[in-house]
């Protein structure tokens, strides 16, 4: 099974809980605004 987690609307807001609960997924789809979270998110 795939995974795929979406994003979007954070502009620049990234939840606490988020890195954890989107460490696992196959994909990740930036659907609209991110802002800079970059540094927030790990490949």
Known sequence: MIT???LS???GLL???TPN???DV???IHAGE???IDDQIQP
């Open 9 to 11: 609307d954070t502009h």
């Open 4 to 6: 795929i987690a979406v």
């Open 21 to 23: 609960a989107i460490k």
């Open 34 to 36: 991110l802002g800079k």
């Open 15 to 17: 939840r606490p809980e």
């Open 26 to 28: 196959d994909h990740i």
